[in-house]
């Protein structure tokens, strides 16, 4: 079939320009992760059925780890993984924000902002739920992308499931995906070529659209679980094909064929680029990048083959070597209470001695110890400890420490953000598809969101340790207001305390809905100013008021008291000014 043909033309050559790659990654199989299928050349266009099937079935990861001898790169991938979902993808929290992608700047509004909150924590429900297998496929992805640079997965559309499971994720290994970038160094086509038995190719397109072979097989008790090479294809659409309906008309073809038969199962279509990639290190225009192991695998080696040599020390200093007297020929018996005859001379000298050339195992640790140390700090694996023992900081020293650690990480965190943004694009199109934004139903947007180009913004608490500065700014600017504010008061109105509150939400990661709206706090605080004012306003009153009748009651007894002299004889008569003078007299003669 020409199509067919066409595709594998083309995967042949994508397969030419990943073979570079391939010694790579088969090393890092070999010393990092055994369990892998192995990249073998025999994955090849021209290969045979059952050379692939002796190569990719075949469980090798016990055969492999047999050659290790030290478990530093097993161990320290598993970290390495366990530290990078912990600090980019934790699973007890939300990682990531719905924003809008506006040109001009404009803010969304509080309702837009609940709404989008709505539809995020919908798509963490979706991922937390088992049925949508996203967690064994991220956690796999993870360690390949820590392992071999890039981790790969598929994100398939369901139907008929209902809300729970719109969509579910699936692993792509590695040995079975040839990807090409576009332009702009994103990945935009995918060749995936993997095996499925007989009676499975049946069960997922169906028995007319196999073949004869396929379909013969799969009707054969003795065959059915014989396995076939299928090949999916997903590529941009010519523009000029794009005229049909539904997934015909969307912006990337799909295909699915069996190549060994020349046939084409199927063709369909995806609106959003399917497959999702996590690199370590997207730069250029390449498909594949290197990860951490590349800047490790020389200490690797070295380990593994320092361990080999020392335990071979080990054993000649437990187990050594014996030499025997030249005429001598037998054979030492060295288990407990065994009887070695002729084995000394007439004066009770032995006639054999332990060839002990010195070796010393201590000193072959301590030297390991040093790789050991070099290979961690090449797999990130200190920087974990320091994050788990610095407590003891002030809170300041703290934030700075913090934007620290994210800056170290910072580079494979914006890569990684890459294909998790490009994983809620496809998730936000299928949701959009199947109707979840209209009106009536449970993740309804506002009206003012109608053509709103709807983005993640990534909050994890690795995004949170890069912006951690922000923090530490604001922090130090109240401090320093706060010293101008006792020599010029008034200056601490210039600190917009709502923004403030805004940025530390956002770099803190708590939920929009936990802050009430800025005009609702501000209409609440004026409401208060008032009522302190009023009250302010009542207290002055009332002091007034008791002023008054004080001095009320004051003039009264004043007035009483005057009324009560005119009525008193004596009082009168010592008020009197013929009186008052004479007694003004007789105190100047004194």
């Given at each position: ?49 059952a ?25 320290g ?7 990078m ?74 139907t ?96 699915y ?24 290190s ?6 594949f ?37 030249a ?48 290979a ?5 694996l ?89 923090l ?33 939400q ?36 009332k ?17 009483e ?30």
């Open positions: 079939m020409g199509i067919v043909n066409d595709l594998k033309d083309e995967w042949s050559g994508l397969a030419q320009s990943r073979l570079p790659w391939e010694k790579y990654w088969r090393t890092v199989a070999r010393y990092v992760l055994p369990q892998t299928e192995q990249f073998d050349l025999m994955l090849g266009a021209a290969s045979s059925a050379a692939i099937n002796a190569v990719v079935s075949t469980p090798v990861s016990a055969e492999r780890s047999a050659g290790l001898y030290d478990m530093t790169s097993l161990w991938i598993e970290r390495l993984t366990a530290g979902i912990s600090l980019k993808t934790p699973e007890a929290q939300t990682w990531q924000d719905l924003g809008t992608s506006d040109v001009f700047g404009r803010e969304s509004t509080h309702d837009e902002k609940v709404g989008l909150e709505r539809v995020n924590d919908y798509l963490f429900r979706v991922k937390h739920n088992p049925k949508s297998g996203f967690w064994p496929a991220h956690r796999s992805s993870m360690k390949s992308l820590c392992g071999f640079g890039d981790g790969w997965m598929f994100v398939k559309e369901i008929g499931q209902g809300p729970a499971v719109p969509w579910q994720y699936e692993f792509m290994p590695l040995p079975e995906l040839y990807p090409a970038v576009g332009n702009d160094g994103m990945p935009e086509r995918m060749f995936r070529v993997f095996r499925m038995s007989a009676v499975q190719i049946i069960a997922e397109f169906g028995p007319d659209k196999v073949g004869a072979k396929v379909a013969r097989f799969a009707s054969d008790p003795k065959q059915r679980h014989e396995a076939f090479r299928v090949m999916h294809v997903v590529k941009p659409r010519d523009e000029a094909k794009r005229g049909g309906y539904g997934v015909r008309s969307a912006k990337f073809a799909s295909y064929c069996l190549p060994d038969e020349d046939h084409l199962i199927g063709e369909g279509g995806f609106y959003e680029f399917p497959f999702v990639r996590y690199p370590w997207n730069t250029g225009r390449r498909p990048s290197e990860g951490p192991i590349a800047y490790a695998l020389g200490e690797i080696k070295s380990l593994n083959e320092m361990a080999k040599n020392e335990l071979l020390a080990a054993q000649s200093m437990l187990r050594p070597a014996y030499g025997l007297a005429k001598n020929m037998m054979r030492l018996n060295l288990n407990p209470g065994a009887t070695n005859p002729n084995l000394i001379n007439g004066d009770g000298k032995p006639l054999f001695a332990p060839l002990n050339t010195g070796v010393r195992p201590d000193f072959a640790r301590a030297i390991m110890e040093q790789r050991r140390l070099a961690r700090e090449l797999l990130y200190n920087l974990w400890q320091i994050i788990l023992n610095d407590t003891q900081d002030t809170a300041t020293a703290a934030l700075i420490k913090a934007q620290e650690k994210g800056e170290l990480l910072g580079p494979v965190g914006i890569s990684l953000n890459e294909g998790l943004s490009s994983m809620t694009d496809r998730e936000i199109g299928i949701l959009g598809r199947k109707g979840a934004f209209d009106e009536g139903s449970p993740l309804e947007l506002p009206a003012s969101m109608a053509d709103a180009d709807v983005s993640a913004t990534f909050n994890s608490p690795l995004d949170r340790l890069r912006r951690m500065g922000e530490v700014g604001m922090q130090q600017l109240v401090q320093f207001v706060s010293m101008i504010e006792e020599v010029k008061p008034g200056t601490a109105e210039r600190l917009d305390v709502d923004e403030m509150i805004n940025i530390a956002d770099v803190l990661g708590a939920p929009a809905r936990t802050l009430r709206p800025a005009e609702e706090a501000k209409a609440s605080r004026d409401q208060n100013n008032q009522m302190a004012q009023l009250m302010a306003s009542l207290e002055t009153m002091q007034g008021g008791e002023a008054a009748a004080a001095i009320g009651g004051g003039g009264a007894a004043m007035a008291g005057a009324e009560r002299a005119t009525s008193s004889p004596t009082l009168r008569r010592l008020l009197d000014p013929a009186t008052m003078g004479a007694a003004a007299n007789v105190m100047g003669a004194q």
